[in-house]
C-alpha cells in the first residue's frame, strides 16, 4: 500500500540527548514535510523539502536538523537545543510544493517525550 | 497577523444530531483552504479542497463550504463514527517563497450514541 510511514511511534528521550524520527513515504511525492502538534495549538511547520538535496527551514527550526539524501526519505533530528522537545510530530508529503495548491497527505506520528 | 481559528473548541451532539463547525481566518492571499479529520494519537486524513467563495464540496455525512472570510464543515445526521477532531488549514500566497500552510487548531467532535 502507498503512504508515508513514521518510526518510532513512541519515543522516549533523556535530557541532553539527540534523536531522530524516521519518515519514509512511497508515493513517489516531491515534496516532504515536518510538523510539530501540541494540545490547542495548530500544526507547526519545523522543516520542509521541495527536492533531494534541498530543504526550508519552518516557522519553529530552531532545535531540529533534517536531511533529504533520497526523494523517499526524510528523518529529523530533535537535538538537545530543543528546549521543549515533548510532542506528536507528524511527517508528510505532497506530489510538488504547497505552492501548486497540492494535498499535503499525512503520516501517523511519532510521540516524543523527554523523561 | 495572519490567524486561522475555529470554533467551536469542542462540539458533542446526540447521534443524528445536524450542526457546523467553523473556521475564520485573517489571512491575506488566499490560494485555497484544506479540512482534515484527525483521530485520537493519528495523523490527519485529508477530507476536501475549497479555492473559491462559493465553492461547496461534499462527501457522505459532511459538507464544506466557503465564504471569503470563513469556512463551514457542516455535519448532517451524524453518527458516533463521526467522532473526531476536524483541523482546517488556509495556503497562503507568499510574494518571495513558496505558499505556506497555516492550520488551525482544530475542532473536537463527539458524537453520543
Known amino acids: 500500500d502507498g503512504g508515508i510511514t513514521q518510526s518510532p511511534k513512541y519515543l522516549f528521550r533523556k535530557e541532553g540527548q539527540n534523536v531522530t524520527l524516521s519518515c519514509e513515504q512511497n508515493?513517489?511525492?516531491?515534496?516532504m514535510y515536518w510538523y510539530r502538534q501540541d494540545p490547542g495549538q495548530g500544526l507547526r511547520l519545523i522543516y520542509y523539502?521541495?527536492?533531494?538535496?534541498?530543504?526550508q527551514k519552518g516557522d519553529i527550526a530552531e532545535g531540529y536538523s533534517v536531511s533529504r539524501e533520497k526523494k523517499e526519505s526524510f528523518p529529523l533530528t530533535v537535538t538537545s537545543a530543543q528546549k521543549n522537545p515533548t510532542a506528536f510530530y507528524l511527517c508528510a508529503s505532497s506530489i510538488f510544493g504547497p505552492s501548486s495548491g497540492n494535498t499535503i497527505y499525512f503520516g501517523e506520528g511519532s510521540w516524543l517525550t523527554v523523561v | 497577523e495572519d490567524q486561522v481559528t475555529q470554533s467551536p473548541e469542542a462540539l458533542r451532539l446526540q447521534e443524528g444530531e445536524s450542526s457546523s463547525l467553523n473556521c475564520s481566518y485573517t489571512v491575506s492571499g488566499l490560494r485555497g483552504l484544506f479540512w482534515y479529520r484527525q483521530d485520537p494519537g493519528k495523523g490527519p486524513e485529508f477530507l476536501f479542497t475549497l479555492y473559491s467563495a462559493g465553492e461547496e464540496k461534499e462527501k457522505e455525512r459532511l459538507k464544506a463550504t466557503l465564504t471569503k472570510k470563513e469556512s463551514f464543515l457542516h455535519i448532517t445526521a451524524p453518527k458516533p463514527e463521526d467522532s473526531a477532531t476536524y483541523l482546517c488549514?488556509?495556503?497562503?500566497?507568499?510574494?518571495?517563497?513558496?505558499?505556506?500552510?497555516?492550520f488551525g487548531p482544530g475542532t473536537s467532535l463527539s458524537v453520543i450514541p
Open positions: 488549514a488556509v495556503l497562503q500566497f507568499q510574494k518571495t517563497s513558496y505558499d505556506k500552510v497555516i
Open positions: 508515493l513517489n511525492h516531491d515534496a
Open positions: 523539502s521541495q527536492i533531494v538535496n534541498d530543504f
